[in-house]
T-cell receptor, first 114, second 115 residues
Framework: AQKITQTQPGMFVQEKEAVTLDCTYDTSDPSYGLFWYKQPSSGEMIFLIYQGSYDQQNATEGRYSLNFQKARKSANLVISASQLGDSAMYFCAMRGLRDDKIIFGKGTRLHILP | NAGVTQTPKFRVLKTGQSMTLLCAQDMNHEYMYWYRQDPGMGLRLIHYSVGEGTTAKGEVPDGYNVSRLKKQNFLLGLESAAPSQTSVYFC??????????????FGPGTRLTVL
């Protein structure tokens, strides 16, 4: 069975600093996809970034990048130059080979301090 | 485009009552999902569908049923509501860009309270 683990329930970071949100996963599938989503206090879910296990390079999208270490089964989200608007819940998710399920971790609540 | 819409936005039920949550998408997506979000538990997959007329169980399917009679709609039913089903329910849809890349588009959520 697939499993996503986010070990940081909450983080406090000073504005303009870089942030790393941890995500480890467990799967027996040879190939899979990894996703990060943001959920602001307003409640909507916003897609941030995708990484395929077969991709040669780590994914980047603007200030978001993914530190993907396949051997360690980790897919950490890095936010550069954090902003107050980055304060939100962040979820890591995974889709495997064998079925079409997309499962989520429990999330990390990020607080950006002015 | 409206994207993904959910009806209703809020609902209060008594234990044992039934209800149906409606999810609609206008993006012609093949995949649709129902999740529940509870404090400290993240999003847990209830059921999902990979196309019209198909459904499959997720991580927490007990107490729920689903139907996808039309491609654009995905219904979640609670036959006999229990207080443990108090939650925020999210619907999502997606299409497959490549092998595993199908980022989901989420609805605004339905807040359900079962007394």
């Amino acid at each position: 069975a697939q499993k996503i683990t986010q070990t940081q329930p909450g983080m406090f970071v000073q504005e303009k600093e870089a942030v790393t949100l941890d995500c480890t996963y467990d799967t027996s599938d040879p190939s899979y996809g990894l996703f990060w989503y943001k959920q602001p206090s307003s409640g909507e879910m916003i897609f941030l970034i995708y990484q395929g296990s077969y991709d040669q390079q780590n994914a980047t999208e603007g200030r978001y990048s993914l530190n993907f270490q396949k051997a360690r089964k980790s897919a950490n989200l890095v936010i550069s130059a954090s902003q107050l608007g980055d304060s939100a819940m962040y979820f890591c998710a995974m889709r495997g080979l064998r079925d079409d399920k997309i499962i989520f971790g429990k999330g990390t609540r990020l607080h950006i301090l002015p | 485009n409206a994207g993904v819409t959910q009806t209703p936005k809020f609902r209060v039920l008594k234990t044992g009552q039934s209800m149906t949550l409606l999810c609609a998408q206008d993006m012609n997506h093949e995949y649709m999902y129902w999740y529940r979000q509870d404090p400290g538990m993240g999003l847990r997959l209830i059921h999902y569908s990979v196309g019209e007329g198909t459904t499959a169980k997720g991580e927490v399917p007990d107490g729920y049923n689903v139907s996808r009679l039309k491609k654009q709609n995905f219904l979640l039913g609670l036959e006999s509501a229990a207080p443990s089903q108090t939650s925020v329910y999210f619907c999502a849809s997606s299409h497959l860009r490549d092998r595993y890349h199908n980022e989901q588009f989420f609805g605004p959520g339905t807040r359900l309270t079962v007394l």
